[in-house]
């Protein structure tokens, strides 16, 4: 990323390489344990910090609840906001797997705690892959002491390749934040939608800082940056059973959190989060194009989401956007019937910057320059509602392909 | 359908032939006129009854409303629900068409009023097809008075291969209702989701009966009707601009509908529109199977819908019943979802008949009867919730196939 300076935010941030271990004061470690089948195939990870850092997360809403969401969720609720580290599998989701599950996740989170001597409510934990079956202990248990004996710094990419399932590509990003007080790093890495066989897609985030935050700020700044990144993507509107997101501070890098400098760590959070985000619509399955919606001039942001939230899930706006057909219909009636009240005659529709629905009426001699747009992995979807109140939102999704009825329909259980 | 006799509800029901001018009173006539570009291809129609009808109508909830259906509102608020004809092209949406389609469609129902020497507010008006494009009216209005000087009982079948746009197949169905108070008919047809070109799909019922019918009663029987019917089916979650479903009763049966005989006017209005409803989905784009998803025990109906269309509609879902995958997981989460509160230990997943999950655990042993089961073209799924609410609800759906992208994403406007 380049200097993106502010005379009135008062920071500035350049690139940084090594995701999720960028900031100082985590090492990490990944290894194939023996979950996946593939051999050599990395499967399972401990990240971990030097000293007990702040953390704060944000669990899937489904109903249905894997054991690790369940076991991170107590931690979190015991160890007053520290931890010293999460321990992350892939190739099992843990899902729907009764008592036995959680006693494997809490089993893990031990393993790691006896490792670094430190309490198991400090470890939280992840996991991604097939519902409906338990880990293999047996395999998981030695993984997890080998991995603790040899975190490093520098491995953050091993980290980013070991969660992936059928993510077509690793997913890690940093940035350092320069500000009055000094500097201070931001890093992550995410998984996506892609299927380990036939079963739910899992979103898996995990962000780290060396800023010193406060617990209610690293909180409230992961909320916040997510509701416009990881809450603001989807692919096929389907939420797992296990979708978590992480943040730790270590504060190893000495610059401290107050309500003054808060923006910057918001804003270095977001700019993090929503690299990877598009990442993972950019992996999904079966997806040619990123297709960004944004909608202006709602009465409220909540709204200016929704619509562009049901124009993102369209089936029929996404198979349009496959086959590049500049369809205004399709875009204007998803928007229509999102449950949002507008005047569709004040309404507009762009596609690419050209302008193809407005007054009531379509543009049909523009038809040609947006369906060159179209063609692009990178379309735009503007729809202004006219509603006078000024509200705007963006919501990324990606195109509906043959392969992704391919991907989710001809795996088997 | 066989006959089906009940000793509490004291009626009964026949096959009859003729659908949508089964019924006494009715007439119609359907010809190609040039909207659609294939020669002969039937493109409009004429249904009238001999005699002012009691007529209700329901349309769709997209705030986009196609210019018929903002004149058949209107007409149906000024007629004191009463009507002789409804008039109906293919091959056209007249959407998004400013107020030159709002002339055209006014246009079209006074060219059917001439012809019958009516009042213009006792026609109504749908059309299906292209969005955002002008109807040929130097096609439509010559087509319209030759439809209306060719009217004829018999002709329904006609009807209902005129309606359809990219449809697989015509739908009609009728039943001769059997009471104390006499026999009556009801009949009717529908089109459904083709898509002609690339715009959105539209949902036309048209239902008739030679049973006197108070307006008030045709209404409340036409909704309630629909709810479990035209309103409980999903392709791809889309609701199009130009919905409607319309209902006429011309009496001339003589068999006089009261709060009494109510039942039997619900049941048969339920059964036709729920065999029209139901071919609409397997005639639904790429569709290759009808999934029957059916929500057991939830507090509410209202919660027990709105679970079981999450379902319906899910593309993991879909695309498992596609791959003929018994993946009770993905069900399960889409439930876990869809915004209604429930305990997932205490739900079970059948797909089959085959218990598939249930106390919170999978019934592994149980996938190949369930894979087995998933292979032929009618799926069911059910989902008890465990709520103790003892509420059920049932919605259509279809499998996501990869001719559905096809169809959908390869045409252009």
Same mark, same amino acid.
């Given at each position: 990323m380049a200097d993106v300076s502010s005379t009135v935010r008062r920071f500035a941030f350049t690139a940084a390489q090594?995701?999720? =271990?960028?900031?100082?004061?985590f090492r990490s470690s990944a290894l194939h344990?023996?979950?996946?089948?593939?051999?050599?195939?990395l499967d399972l990870i401990v990240l971990a910090s030097d000293a007990p850092s702040a953390v704060a997360g944000i669990f899937t809403?489904?109903?249905?609840?894997a054991a690790p969401v369940i076991v991170s969720k107590r931690h979190l609720a015991d160890n007053r906001?520290?931890?010293r580290a999460i321990v992350i599998n892939s190739g099992?989701?843990?899902?729907? =797997?009764g008592p036995q599950g959680l006693a494997d996740a809490e089993q893990m989170t031990r393993e790691v705690a006896a490792g670094l001597s430190c309490?198991? &409510? &400090?470890v939280l934990v992840a996991s991604t892959g097939v519902i409906g079956v338990n880990l293999v202990m047996d395999k998981v248990v030695p993984g997890i002491r080998s991995a603790v004996g040899s975190l490093a710094r520098g491995k953050g990419n091993e980290a980013a390749r070991a969660?992936?399932?059928? *993510?077509p590509f690793p997913k890690e990003h940093a940035v350092v934040v320069h500000t009055d007080r000094g500097s201070f790093t931001v890093g992550g890495t995410a998984k996506g939608s892609?299927?380990?066989?036939?079963n739910m897609a899992t979103m898996l985030g995990f962000l780290t800082t060396d800023a010193h935050v406060p617990p209610p700020l690293l909180r409230r700044a992961l909320i916040e940056s997510a509701r416009d990144t990881f809450n603001a993507?989807?692919? *096929?509107g389907e939420c797992s059973t296990n979708d978590a997101l992480f943040a730790m501070a270590s504060g190893a890098s000495g610059v401290a959190i107050d309500e003054e400098s808060y923006p910057a760590l918001l804003d270095a959070l977001t700019s993090v989060s929503r690299e990877l985000a598009i990442a993972i619509v950019r992996g999904g399955?079966?997806?040619t194009k990123l297709i960004t919606v944004t909608v202006h001039d709602a009465p409220t942001g909540d709204e200016a989401r929704q619509v562009a939230r049901t124009i993102a899930n369209s089936p029929l706006v996404k198979t349009a956007v496959h086959g590049a057909d500049p369809n205004w219909g399709r875009i204007l009636c998803s928007a229509g019937r999102s449950g949002v009240r507008f005047d569709p005659d004040r309404a507009t529709v762009h596609v690419g910057g050209v302008l193809l629905f407005e007054n009531g009426l379509p &543009?049909? *001699?523009a038809a040609p320059a947006a369906a060159e747009h179209l063609k692009t992995p990178d379309v735009r979807i503007d729809v202004t509602l006219?509603?006078?109140?000024g509200a705007s939102a963006t919501i990324w999704g990606c195109d509906l392909s043959a392969e992704y009825v391919r991907i989710n329909g001809e795996y088997r259980t």
């Open positions: 090594g995701g999720v =271990t960028a900031a100082q004061g344990c023996g979950i996946k089948a593939k051999a050599g195939a809403t489904n109903l249905v609840q906001a520290h931890a099992c989701a843990n899902a729907c =797997t309490d198991p &409510h &400090h969660i992936m399932t059928t *993510d892609g299927m380990i066989e036939p993507i989807t692919v *096929d399955e079966g997806a &543009h049909d *001699d006219g509603s006078g109140g």
